[in-house]
């Protein structure tokens, strides 16, 4: 098991208060490499995106 740096983990842990904050339900997912992190990273800008699309669309009606 690698163990997450300071600077990782802090910043992980700015990014779950961040979704907390906005009352966004989320999963917290153990990582198992840099490139499963990479991938991890990559669906949650993706999630978070359609999260976005999804309020400008109802903005509009």
């Not at 700015?14 to 966004?24: D, P, Q, R």
Request: charged fraction near 30%.
């Amino acid at each position: 098991m690698n163990r997450a740096s300071p600077v990782e983990m802090r910043k992980a842990m700015e990014v779950a208060n961040t979704l907390a904050k906005a009352g966004l339900l989320f999963v917290c997912v153990p990582v198992m490499s840099e490139s499963d992190h990479d991938d991890l990273v990559h669906l949650a800008k993706q999630r978070l995106g359609e999260l976005v699309e999804k309020a400008e669309a109802e903005e509009k009606h």
